[in-house]
C-alpha cells in the first residue's frame, strides 16, 4: 500500500494481499515462510496492482510455490 502511495486500504487489495499468499504457500502449509523476501516481493506487488487498478492482477505467478 504504501509502495503504491494509496491513501486507504481498499478490499480489492486485501483480496490480492490474501489470495498471493494462499498461492505462494506450499503445500500442505497454511502461509508462506514470513521471512522470505520473495514473499514480501509478491504481496507488495498485488497490493500496488490492486491500488492502481482497483482489482487483483490478472496473472498472479502460481510458479513461486514449486520450491521442491
Known amino acids: 500500500a504504501l509502495d503504491a502511495g494509496a491513501r486507504e486500504i481498499t ?16 503445500d500442505n502449509e497454511l502461509v ?8 514480501h516481493k509478491a504481496v507488495a506487488e498485488a497490493v500496488a496492482f490492486a491500488a492502481k ?3 487483483m ?3 498472479i ?4 510455490d514449486d520450491e521442491d
Not at 11 to 26: K, S, V
Request: aromatic share 2%.
Open 53 to 55: 487498478h482497483g482489482e
Open 11 to 26: 478490499d480489492a487489495m486485501l483480496f490480492a494481499a490474501a489470495e498471493t499468499l494462499a498461492l505462494i504457500a506450499p
Open 57 to 59: 492482477p490478472p496473472d
Open 32 to 39: 508462506p515462510d514470513p521471512l522470505n523476501p520473495d514473499v
Open 61 to 64: 505467478d502460481e510458479s513461486e
